[in-house]
């Protein structure tokens, strides 16, 4: 055994560099392996801190005939029916639709302190309904409406290490709300988020045709979920809703209902007014493949470099067996050094991992990344450690001890042609994996870029924008003063920003005796001239289009073809207005969804209600501009019409890329761990070419004592990694090309599938492996001849 450790050190002096970078190899695994698995588990953990969080259920439903696909909004009044319906719906709960609101606290003496946070209305079941920990008051009895639930950091926040409860904020329309409670912040993975949650009353929202709550409900069993519908609507009596309404009209709407379990309502694609955050199931399944792909070449390269010390160490071992050793002994102390190389290579993962948490790499993964916060996790990987040293290390430990030893002792045993097939299927599975990473990174990377870069149909560059509906009343006056800045090109205002959102609320309206229900985009009659988007036929909206009694509608292409829209026509629901042009189908929404039917209202006379007004205001500035400049003038403008509150000033185009932080986070995550695998390979390739070259060291003496150059020798060595190289990059261009297509579906617009990334992707692995060929193989080429002969 002392031998035995005493040539492993000698082995580990004469290969300093290959021993490092095969420890670096293992060490970066387990710490990708691990930060990989943590995301993983913060996505699939969602919600799952609720008490019965597998009987919690949302409805969601289709109607067709509003142009309502799928989603999670229903009247309040088929809500509750809903709820009471059956008896094995335990409770349920409303929310009204989410969103941010403007308060302040008043000091002591007198001054104001402004927030904006964001806001819930929901129903006092709602607290029934899901699990809150509340460490100040209580949801005791009657909640007024005027009662709000606060975080118990927005209380420390706004009220500092006094008591909460019992305190007052005031709201923006001058009506106040007091605290009530305050519960202990909710993990990030979860649906509902920490918000201030405002109170529904019980009277509020109860019209019929109003599809603008959501609802959930908690059931006694989740096996009796799946019935509930069809129980619902085969007994209940829906007159209730209204002149008439019976199943048959429901079903001439197109009308069905779906209940989805809470921790699934994070991966749903194709829903409509859906805010919560998504993920894609593929990129899950892509970045569990990667942590895989990870181990698994990481110990194929613990193996592999094992295997490559044995032309330098199979003579000391099968002396000792000649000298009466036991084979099982020399077996197990192979397999102690790779499990004290694996697990001192876990040692240094962990601090990886914290370099990791600690640098600005971290903003790529949402979870906590300490190591306190996933114990199973960290435990686990050091299982995995320990099962990949004693796996690693019983293959060269047979394999070393596998040889007669009078043939080793005369230099006989040489490279069976077994063992090099199975080098070279385990080279393989690293090269394979190497080039579908390195597509798959690619196209993410484009797609991302895709996303970010592609024309949407209307100006993005020199926008500053800014949200004012605080001084909605001064909206003119304001635009005046900024445009006294001489940067500033033109202002215009519109109800949200464009392209800030997966999609914008929608409304519905009679056209010629149908239904239709497109996007509903109030804007300032200035706003499309301004913005860039070009008028196809018809008109712009003009100035005295705000004078007319009912306004003007300009709709996208989609809208006119789908809806059948003409111009000088009028759409007509609870306000009527003419049609009096058409746009192009501009991106107003995420490159996640298609273009729908979107229509841009300048608000009549008639209709100046607030949800109707464009107040959010776009300042475009001249190309060439002092940005910083006209910023601040911004803020100082800002600041003359509300000294105290909190304005937030962005440019337009950071709007436009938040909407893909997600996206860009996980495919940054992906890249890079994608390049882990492949510098991983690299090690990996190393140590073959190693074992290789030392087996082969005769071989090499040989031919240069007939001939051959070192050029001839690295270039016959580089030949044969170059058709292993082309067979493996054969079978991963179709796998890789599979798994991109598949991610592709997540996105409505998407990237073209250029040939040149399968080119590039096999011209830089077929660089790194020339180079780390060439590296190895020089040295072994410039040796003496006759110092490898006398050696063998």
């Avoid at 300093?16 to 710490?31: D, E």
């Avoid at 617009?749 to 096999?762: D, E, G, N, R, S």
Wanted: charged share 20%; net charge neutral; proline share 4%.
């Amino acid at each position: 055994m002392k031998t035995n450790f005493r040539n492993f050190l000698r082995t580990v002096r004469r290969f300093k560099t290959a021993v490092a970078l095969n420890i670096l190899g293992l060490s970066v695994a387990f710490a990708a392996f691990m930060i990989i698995m943590m995301q993983l588990d913060y996505d699939l953990g969602f919600d799952k801190f609720h008490k019965d969080y597998d009987k919690i259920f949302r409805i969601e439903v289709s109607v067709p005939a509003f142009a309502i696909t799928k989603a999670p909004i229903v009247p309040r009044p088929m809500a509750e029916a809903f709820f009471e319906s059956s008896p094995h719906i335990v409770v349920g709960a409303i929310t009204t639709p989410s969103g941010q609101a403007f308060f302040h606290v008043e000091t002591e003496n007198g001054a104001k302190n402004f927030f904006r946070e964001k806001t819930l209305t929901v129903s006092p079941e709602f607290y029934d309904l899901f699990t809150f920990d509340f460490v100040e008051g209580a949801p005791n009895g009657y909640i007024a409406a005027e009662d709000i639930f606060i975080p118990l950091s927005m209380a420390r926040k706004i009220f500092g290490k006094e008591q909460a409860v019992g305190k007052q904020i005031f709201l923006e329309d001058g009506t106040n709300r007091t605290v009530l409670a305050v519960y202990r912040d909710f993990p990030s993975n979860t649906v509902i988020e920490n918000r201030v949650f405002f109170t529904l009353p019980p009277d509020q929202d109860k019209n019929i045709r109003g599809f603008d709550c959501t609802a959930f409900i908690r059931v006694n069993d989740a096996s009796n979920a799946p019935q509930l519908v069809d129980n619902f609507f085969r007994t209940h009596d829906f007159s209730v809703f209204g002149q008439g309404a019976s199943c048959e009209d429901l079903e001439k709407m197109g009308f069905q209902m779906y209940l989805t379990a809470l921790t699934d309502i994070h991966f749903l694609s194709d829903i409509q007014h859906d805010y919560v955050p998504k993920v894609s199931k593929q990129t899950l399944m892509i970045l569990f493949a990667i942590a895989v792909l990870i181990i698994v070449i990481a110990a194929i390269n613990f193996t592999n470099f094992s295997t490559a010390l044995t032309p330098m160490r199979v003579k000391s071992i099968n002396t000792q067996r000649v000298l009466g050793a036991r084979k099982n002994t020399i077996r197990m102390s192979f397999v102690s050094e790779a499990v004290i190389v694996c697990m001192l290579s876990w040692l240094v993962s962990l601090f990886f991992l914290l370099l990791f948490d600690a640098s600005p790499l971290a903003r790529l993964v949402e979870t906590d990344l300490s190591l306190a916060a996933h114990p199973t996790i960290v435990c686990g990987s050091a299982l995995v450690a320990l099962f990949i040293g004693f796996l690693a290390g019983m293959y060269p430990a047979h394999y070393i001890t596998s040889f007669v030893p009078a043939l080793v002792l005369k230099g006989s045993f040489g490279l069976s042609p077994k063992g090099r097939k199975l080098r070279n299927t385990l080279i393989g599975v690293q090269f394979i994996s190497s080039f579908t990473l390195m597509i798959g990174a690619s196209f993410m990377y484009l797609q991302n870029r895709f996303m970010q870069k592609s024309d949407l149909g209307y100006h993005t560059d020199n926008i500053i924008v800014v949200e004012t509906d605080r001084i909605a009343g001064s909206r003119d006056a304001f635009a005046n003063q900024i445009k006294v800045f001489p940067g500033v090109d033109e202002v215009t205002f519109s109800a949200s920003f464009l392209s800030s959102a997966d999609e914008y609320g929608t409304m519905n309206f009679r056209y010629r005796g149908k239904q239709v229900a497109p996007h509903f985009f109030p804007v300032h009659y200035s706003f499309l001239d301004v913005m860039g988007i070009e008028v196809v036929e018809g008109r712009d909206f003009r100035r005295e289009d705000e004078l007319l009694e009912q306004g003007a509608w300009i709709f996208n292409e989609t809208a006119r073809l789908q809806f059948g829209l003409e111009l000088n026509t009028q759409i007509e629901g609870w306000f009527r207005a003419d049609i009096i042009g058409f746009m192009p189908d501009i991106k107003f929404a995420s490159f996640r969804k298609a273009v729908e039917p979107i229509g841009f209202y300048v608000a009549g006379a008639q209709y100046q209600y607030p949800h109707l007004q464009a107040n959010n205001t776009y300042i475009k500035l001249h190309p060439g501009a002092n940005m910083r400049s006209a910023m601040a003038h911004i803020l100082a403008t800002l600041a003359e019409f509300d000294p105290h509150f909190p304005f937030e000033v962005h440019f337009f185009d950071e709007i436009i890329k938040r909407q893909y932080t997600r996206e860009t986070s996980l495919n940054s995550l992906i890249t890079l761990f994608s390049l882990i695998a492949i510098f991983i390979s690299i090690v990996g390739v190393f140590g073959l070419v190693v074992f290789d070259s030392e087996c082969r060291r005769k071989e090499i003496a040989i031919r240069k004592v007939l001939g051959a150059s070192v050029f001839d020798i690295v270039f016959m060595f580089n030949k044969a990694y170059f058709k292993i190289l082309a067979v493996c990059f054969f079978a991963a261009a179709p796998l890789a090309w599979y798994a991109v297509t598949r991610w592709l579906e997540n996105f409505a617009y998407k990237t073209p599938m250029y040939w040149w990334v399968y080119l590039l992707a096999f011209a830089a692995v077929a660089a790194i492996t020339a180079g780390t060929v060439t590296f190895q193989n020089w040295r072994a080429a410039n040796d003496h001849p006759l110092k490898a002969i006398k050696s063998e």
